[in-house]
């Protein structure tokens, strides 16, 4: 917990957050040397630390995936059998409030399948990269070229 207290105070984490009675933190480096090499970053966060990761970066996609109600996620936690049922309480708590903020991110994907879950993260990834916004130095360069045969 002293090496964790250590990181928050050096700036060593991206985000972090308490959640549920434990502490979870990204590692700064690890994402800023991805970045760096024109990877994409996946993150899987709560809310506060995605808030905090749009505040750094405001080009960050947030994606908040769900089940299509707290019916499903309860019988999820449930059949885990892994955890008492005060923390499943707990947990199903935190979902309630993290959901006031569904508002806050770009997109919502609901997780009835994993494999399609997993496809539509990646088109919302994918159709990101398509943008614009996001091709502004690719259209210059096209433009640039194509001046070749207008004269």
Known sequence: MDEFRNLI??????EWAQYVDNYYGTPRKFVED??????????EIEVQGALNIKRQYPDAIL???TTKNMQVLQERLTGRGSESDA???KRLKRAAEEA????????????????TC?????????CDKCKK??????????KKELQAFQG
């Open 100 to 115: 006031d903020c569904m508002q806050e991110y770009e997109y919502i994907i609901i997780n009835d399948d994993l494999s």
């Open 118 to 126: 997993i496809d539509t993260v990646h088109s919302v990834i994918l």
């Open 9 to 14: 105070d050096y700036n060593g984490f991206i």
């Open 87 to 89: 923390l499943i309480n």
């Open 63 to 65: 994606i908040f995936i």
């Open 34 to 43: 991805e970045l760096k090499n024109g990877k994409d970053v996946i993150l």
């Open 133 to 142: 916004e996001n091709n502004m130095m690719l259209m210059e360069e096209i």
